[in-house]
């Protein structure tokens, strides 16, 4: 279980429900859930999104360019309608000089959100590397998909 960054990229709030309990993430709002939740939220912030635009469900470009907004690590399962998260982007997003990571997975989370959401510049270049790779093999693999 690792702390991710959910981000709730659309113009209005969005209510995730996991395990019978509402979470309320508001327009514009970044908040750190475990990765697990990040991927459930982000499959239904999503599929909100994708039907407010009028876009289907099915449409393979355009699901892989909206789950990045939510958390570059995140990605469909090809044929599948699930998200997952990318192990191997989280670790390259990973801040080696991070204070908290010697700390339990929970812990870590709790003081994730009390603290200020500075990004590194480096770890932002990081991440949209990252995600500009995942982009590329979840493209390349949706054309194999196609032939």
Not at 23 to 42: N, P, R, S, W
Request: glycine share 4%; charged share 40%; proline share 5%.
């Amino acid at each position: 279980m690792e702390p991710l960054l959910f981000t709730n990229f659309s113009d209005e709030d969005f209510v995730g429900r996991y395990d019978g309990k509402d979470t309320k993430i508001k327009a514009g709002q970044a908040i750190y859930f475990e990765d697990h939740l990040v991927a459930h939220f982000g499959k239904h912030l999503c599929d909100r999104e994708m039907r407010k635009m009028g876009k289907r469900i099915v449409d393979e470009p355009y699901k892989t360019q909206t789950i990045k907004k939510v958390h570059p690590a995140l990605e469909w399962v090809p044929g599948k309608h699930q998200v997952r998260v990318n192990k191997e982007i989280v670790e390259q997003m990973k801040d080696p000089d991070d204070e908290l990571k010697d700390l339990d997975p929970k812990t870590r989370l709790i003081n994730k959100n009390k603290t200020p959401k500075k990004v590194d510049p480096l770890v932002k270049a990081r991440a949209a590397k990252a995600a500009k790779k995942a982009q590329k093999e979840a493209e390349e693999e949706f054309e194999d998909l196609e032939n």
